[in-house]
């Protein structure tokens, strides 16, 4: 079994389809998992599409597609309940909205909004936490908050600590291009919507680490 770990999209459809085709032909006919991140929307320019080829995905496979949700989904929920909309639109929203042909979160299509409040903030298996943001260094994964794997930077990307299984996630961009792999985590957003490329990492069962990273500009 065959585990794909997808970075932050942000609405480079373009990019997350030619993954796609990548990771189909990897894969080889041999049994597969895939993970998204979280952050498929906003700043790039078919936020939309990316959220329809992922909730395809998901029908199509229900166990065995999992998108978690990045901040940048919850930003979209606390802006459609009236919540700092201004903040969303700022940082990438208002790409969002234009991807939907609407000018308010209010009338974004009310099915997406439902998909996108039902994402999880964490997914695990036997050798693998996946969180978009972080955890709390010391803290169960589990226990941990909403915010804090949504948002988590610092004392998380520094601090190396062992959760006990080793913790893939995003939001952090790295500023090479290339997937951040450490000890006890690896980081696979790449700056996708800054020039960099969309990255999956390759998991298996047998250890936490990938053993494989997939790239595509």
């Known amino acids: 079994m065959l585990t ?14 030619r993954l ?30 990316a959220v329809a080829m992922l909730r395809a995905l998901e ?19 606390d802006a459609v309940a009236g919540r700092s909309p201004d903040l969303w639109r700022i940082n990438g929203g208002g790409a969002t909205l234009a991807s939907y042909g609407v000018a308010h979160p209010a009338t974004l299509p009310a099915e997406v909004v439902d998909w996108i409040a039902g994402l999880p903030t964490l997914h695990g298996d036997a050798q693998r936490w996946y969180v978009h943001g972080g955890l709390e260094p010391g803290q169960a994964p589990e226990a941990t908050g909403r915010e804090t794997r ?3 930077r610092e004392p998380f990307l520094s601090a ?31 700056g996708a919507v800054f020039g960099g490329p969309l990255t999956a990492g390759v998991f298996t069962d047998r250890q936490g680490p990938p053993v494989e990273v997939l790239a595509v500009r």
Do not use: K, Q
Request: glycine share 12%.
């Open 4 to 17: 794909y770990a997808i970075g932050d999209v942000h609405g480079r459809t373009d990019l997350l389809a």
């Open 20 to 49: 796609l085709d990548r990771i189909e032909a990897h894969r080889a006919g041999r049994s597969r998992r895939l993970v998204f991140l979280g952050d498929a929307i906003d700043r790039g320019p078919d936020s939309a599409g």
């Open 59 to 77: 029908a199509r496979e229900p166990g065995a597609v999992t998108c978690l949700m990045g901040n940048h989904e919850a930003m979209l929920l």
């Open 150 to 152: 949504l948002w988590m």
């Open 160 to 190: 190396d600590h062992d959760f006990g299984r080793h913790v893939v996630h995003g939001h952090t961009p790295t500023r090479d291009g290339r997937p951040e792999l450490r000890a006890h985590r690896t980081n696979l957003d790449t």
